[in-house]
Structure formats: structure tokens, C-alpha cells
């Protein structure tokens, strides 16, 4: 039913699409050899609140996705428009022969509670260890039990981002990104 509208067919293979925009996150994750490496992910999101799990999606192809089955933990970065040129080359070459972090100049940081390090440019962070995983077609969904949780204190108070501060990056499509306008509509109910 289209109410009188005219509708564009998507088509079911882009039906994801529908969802977007999505948050972008930057992953950093380490292998049992050490090699650290990013991928750059909008499928995730909040799974549960107790215990608090957070969930990544990644296709079985991805480096990463090895990288994480090895090692069981993984980190989700909240990068920022400040480095979404990095953010987009951590998602465009494979880890397996580059070293995103140096190639893109982004700072490896020690973690509190888990070996893939933080990424010091972005603006917040959830230190997890894998809770489980499965199967969902091309990719595999990744739960992670959050163990810490942090951000800057400049852009993240009780009350949730600063977003004239934090200018969060969320992915439309193909190559295309936005972020939100520092504009709060509260509607009277």
C-alpha cells in the first residue's frame, strides 16, 4: 500500500539500505600473532542491556572476522567526522597486507581490560570479550559483553553525546556519510 504515493522498488537485495543511516564504529581487533587491525563496520548495535552486549556484524571474508575468532575480544571505537578519511580507508583495504593503523595514522592505545588496543583518535569505547557468536547468511553477528566502557569527557556527559563536540559519522551508502546537526526536538506528548 503506498497511501497515494509514488515508491521507488528498492528491491530486496538492497533492503539494508532502507535502515541506513546507521552509526559508523571503527573495530580494533588483534590476532593470537599480535597484528593489530581496524575494520569499519555500520551494522552495530546494542543487544542487551543486562548483561550489556553489543553486536557487530562481519562478513567471513574480512580478516577481521579470523582476528576475532582467535583472540575472543574485540573493541568498538566511536570515530568522528574529525577522521573520516581514515574511518573510510580502515574500511576499503584488508588488514591481511596493510597496517591500517600506521597507513591511516591513527594511535594504538593500551585498553583496560582486553588485548586489541583502543583508537585514540576516536571519542568513546566498549572493551569487549566475544559472549557468542552464529551464522546469518553472508555474515556473522559477533556479541560482545561490554567490560568498559568510556569516552571523552568533552563529548559525552549523563545526558548522552555533545553533538556539537562529538560529530558522530553515520554511513548512508555506498561512499556517502553524514553526521547529526546540534539540534534536540523533544516532542510534547
Not at 543487544?47 to 577481521?64: D, K, Y
Not at 566475544?130 to 560482545?144: K, M, N, P, V
Request: proline content about 6%.
Amino acid at each position: 500500500m503506498s497511501f497515494g504515493k509514488e515508491v521507488f522498488n528498492v528491491g530486496v537485495s538492497s533492503a539494508y539500505r532502507l535502515l541506513h543511516p546507521m552509526h559508523t564504529v571503527l573495530v580494533s581487533c588483534v590476532g593470537k600473532s599480535g597484528k593489530l587491525n581496524i575494520i569499519t563496520l555500520a551494522w552495530a548495535m546494542p543487544t542487551s542491556i543486562n548483561p550489556p552486549l553489543v553486536a557487530i556484524s562481519i562478513a567471513p571474508r574480512r580478516h577481521s572476522h579470523t582476528l576475532i575468532e582467535e583472540t575472543r575480544e574485540f573493541v568498538v571505537n566511536i570515530p568522528t567526522m574529525n577522521i573520516l578519511k581514515e574511518t573510510l580507508f580502515c574500511g576499503r583495504v584488508s588488514g591481511k597486507g596493510h597496517d591500517k593503523f600506521k597507513e591511516a595514522g591513527l594511535t594504538p592505545l593500551p585498553a583496560r581490560k582486553v588485548k586489541p588496543p583502543i583508537i585514540g583518535e576516536c571519542v568513546a569505547h566498549l572493551e569487549c570479550k566475544l559472549h557468542s557468536q552464529f551464522t546469518t547468511g553472508d555474515h556473522t553477528i559477533f556479541i560482545g559483553e561490554i567490560l568498559e566502557a568510556y569516552a571523552n569527557k568533552n563529548c559525552f556527559t549523563e545526558a548522552g553525546y555533545n553533538l556539537e563536540k562529538a560529530k558522530m559519522v553515520f554511513h548512508l551508502g555506498g561512499n556517502e556519510f553524514a553526521t547529526l546537526q546540534p539540534r534536540i526536538f523533544t516532542p510534547q506528548i
